[in-house]
């Protein structure tokens, strides 16, 4: 059975909640860095023109780390410039100095950084400590504010930890309290291995705000890794949240299950917060359209489970 | 990457949560009752068994309708003897006198009955009018009440409908006061096609307490075809809903997707319970290897998504 009619949510707005959310979609770049195969430069142009069309106002194109560590998206350079005129914000990953040069040389305005909460990631995904890692973002923020670019502060491991566990929240408003001091004008906050649950949500909304970092510098990156993101979301809403990320079609695999999804996938999210009378901006007809169409580019089904339900596939 | 460590969420209890929500197993009726193949006999009660074994209290255990239109259950005569022993409550489905009739003289003390808050599914389900359908079900209840069985009462399309589009709130509230009034002793508010989102829940939660039927009268049934079925839950726990129903494993499938699920899966429940602190009884490690063990019998890898990340199967 279908949703009724026009497959489109029933509007029930909820007291209490953003009027609007700005999802910050990331498929193209925190999707795409973990497919397999090499999926041509036209497609990913491609895929993010659909995305514009379907109505997301932010799309993070691409990363401009080096392609020795994410060789899927080593066409940063050519895909760029075949996008960059579309009218939406097109932040792009940068891990330091070399990667801003590039970024710039593109015109791009908008950038992000990706630090860790926890010693362990650091480590893994950088090489180096926490603070380490800040020291090497410091002056790439500090140019990038300089020449009038948008800076976005990625945090991963915001709650647990594969190898630490649970992190305790008073790291994480260490280390958003100093990329917020060092300039960035938005946070993302990661549960990288997707184990949060909407109490915990709350709690470290609670800590930054008693801290001075507000909700409305922040944005919430669940994945699915548990089935707990859409609920986490719609805590962090309840906090005064207003910024989403979210991958089209759940794009952006775990490592150890083919179908299994990492991130929150964007229709699920827009069904909700257009059931909640949300405003986002996207036509969820299109955005489907959209994740029905890349997964066929990739060979497999959507994990989303709206994609599933409203493109009526059998998968 | 995996959990921290134990495989167990963190525990970050929420303020205006219940300290404990009682969890109504319906995957061997609700789930099974899908299944296009035969699953034998023996193999059932071993489900069962082992639902109880992993700290589920309520089980609902098959049905007793018409062989004819629920053959997947047409094996409760043989079923429920052989599991009516468990110290765990086994309520059991019943459309008429007739299935009354089987299941108390097996020993019943819990049973269900099915009604619709439509015209179209009644019709469709019960091939009666909403109001015939209660009429059939009032002698039911008072001969159930009458020999001290415990009544649930099922409302299907509480929210959507496939052909009729949103269900007004109160023309559920209306078939929900008559469930209450003709002796039901607990109700099952189901969004049968998925739809619902939290604002909804919400409305019709608040409308039912105005009406003077408590949450404390109130199971909340939510399927996961758009991937609200949590984030749906949340909001019903925080208007004071203790009991929500679930499929071990998401067991009960879509018609139209192979993989995807009906059944809000009862892990990626017990996950968010007992991380906002909520008690619940169930042994996650051991819910989530009977789901896989059911897989395997079933032939098809569970769409539950903390049932996937705690096995690390490849599915």
């Not at 280390?175 to 291995?193: H, N, P, Q, R, Y």
């Not at 490592?255 to 009378?277: C, F, I, R």
């Amino acid at each position: 059975m279908s949703a009724p009619e026009s497959g489109l949510p029933m509007v029930v707005p909820a007291p209490g909640l953003p009027a609007r959310v700005r999802i910050h979609e990331v498929g193209p770049r925190d999707g795409l860095q973990n497919e397999k195969g090499q999926v041509p430069t036209e497609v990913k142009a491609e895929f993010i023109r659909r995305l514009a069309d379907a109505g997301l106002t932010t799309v993070e194109a691409t990363s401009f780390v080096h392609p020795k560590w994410v060789p899927q998206l080593a066409d940063a350079e050519q895909l760029f410039p075949l996008v960059s005129a579309l009218p939406v914000a097109l932040p792009v990953l940068v891990p330091n100095d070399r990667g801003l040069d590039r970024a710039l040389s593109l015109g791009a305005t908008r950038i992000a950084v990706f630090a860790s909460a926890t010693e362990s990631f650091a480590k893994a995904n950088l090489n180096r400590t926490v603070d380490e890692a800040l020291a090497m973002f410091e002056p790439v923020v500090a140019r990038a504010k300089a020449e009038g670019v948008h800076v976005r502060g990625y945090l991963s491991m915001c709650f647990g930890d594969p190898w630490e566990g649970p992190v305790p929240v008073h790291q994480v408003v260490r280390v958003c309290k100093a990329l917020m001091d060092m300039g960035c004008d938005e946070l993302s906050l990661g549960d990288t291995i997707g184990v949060a649950t909407p109490g915990h949500v709350a709690e470290l909304l609670t800590a930054l705000d008693a801290d001075r970092v507000p909700a409305t510098a922040l944005g919430v990156h669940f994945h699915d890794t548990y089935g707990q993101a859409l609920a986490n979301t719609l805590a962090a809403l309840q906090h005064g949240v207003t910024t989403v990320d979210a991958s089209a079609g759940g794009l952006g695999g775990c490592p150890y299950a083919k179908s299994a999804t990492g991130n929150l996938a964007t229709e699920d999210l827009v069904w909700m917060l257009h059931g909640l009378g949300i405003d986002t901006g996207v036509d969820l007809g299109r955005l489907t359209a959209t994740s029905v169409w890349m997964a066929g580019h990739l060979g497999r089904p959507s994990p989303s489970r709206t994609v599933r339900a409203l493109s009526h596939q059998e998968q």
